[in-house]
């Protein structure tokens, strides 16, 4: 139910980043996107990264989310160091906690709507009676019903979206990734998809990571993590938001 989360101190950390740093070599210069990071995410959390470009939005998000390993520092998902856990482990518990979505969506474009979604559980071990059921429910929720046939190439930029969100549904993960989730569509769409995401927060209770360069989207998050030349220069709580569905 909306309101009722519990938004005690000690609820469970979901993904912790301590002490990151991030370096990437450019032929003989080297760049420093993250510069001594230390972030933890709640279980039940909305929050915003956001910050002008290069300023390591999608390094950050992409460290927290245990696709990129970092220079230095150590990033725990549900309290396990991934630094020494073997790839395919860190896939496995990666997968079940965390679903992605991306500016660009990432779908397989010779794959339809219920393939795309059906991947991830695929990845999971799921049989193939159960992914499709799951990927049906997941686009009728997001309002795909008549386009589950379909092709990436044969959808607007705001169905690929949608697909990309049911996609990211699709394990029931604890936390949802979005970079720049509405940087490639129309005002219409973005703001469609944007209240999806709203809803998987408010509705769904699930944790949201949402990395944008955009104020007026940042702001829909409860916590507004500000970045500046790899560091965090503020960790801000948006009152606005925390009062929305708040008790009494
Ligand atoms: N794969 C890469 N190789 C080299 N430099 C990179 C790479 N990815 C990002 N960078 C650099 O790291 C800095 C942070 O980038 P990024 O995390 O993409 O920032 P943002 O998402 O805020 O725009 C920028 O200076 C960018 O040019
Ligand atoms: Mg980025």
């Known amino acids: 139910m909306p309101g009722t989360k519990n938004r005690n101190s000690d609820s469970e950390t979901v993904l ?4 990151i740093t991030k370096t990437y070599a450019m032929g003989k210069t080297q760049v420093h996107a993250l510069c001594g990071i230390d972030l933890g995410i709640r279980k039940g959390e909305y929050i915003s990264i956001m910050g002008p470009s290069g300023s390591g939005k999608t390094t950050l998000l992409d460290v927290i989310s245990c696709l990129l ?3 230095s ?11 020494k856990m073997p790839d395919n482990e860190l896939a496995q518990i990666r997968g079940r906690t965390i679903g992605f979505v991306f500016q660009t969506f990432n779908l397989i474009p010779r794959l339809n709507a219920v393939e795309n979604v059906s991947l991830p559980l695929w990845f999971q071990g799921i049989p193939k009676e159960k992914r499709e059921e799951t990927a049906k429910r997941l686009l009728a929720q997001v309002g795909l019903a008549e386009r589950m046939m379909h092709r990436p190439d044969e959808l607007s930029g705001g169905q690929m979206q ?3 969100i049911a996609r990211a549904l699709a394990v029931n993960p604890d936390v949802i990734v979005a970079d720049e989730p509405t940087g490639n569509l129309d005002s219409a769409s973005g703001e469609i998809v944007l209240g999806m995401i709203d809803d998987l927060h408010y509705n769904e209770n699930k944790t949201i990571v949402m990395v944008t360069h955009e104020r007026d989207v940042a702001q829909r998050a409860e916590r507004i993590l500000h970045l500046k030349d790899g560091e965090i220069a ?10 929305k569905y708040a008790k009494g």
């Open 162 to 164: 949608k697909v990309a």
């Open 16 to 19: 912790l980043a301590k002490n």
């Open 73 to 83: 520092g150590e990033v725990y998902i549900k309290g396990k160091p991934i630094s």
């Open 234 to 243: 503020r960790d801000e709580r948006n009152h606005k938001r925390l009062g």
């Open 69 to 71: 390993r970092p220079s």
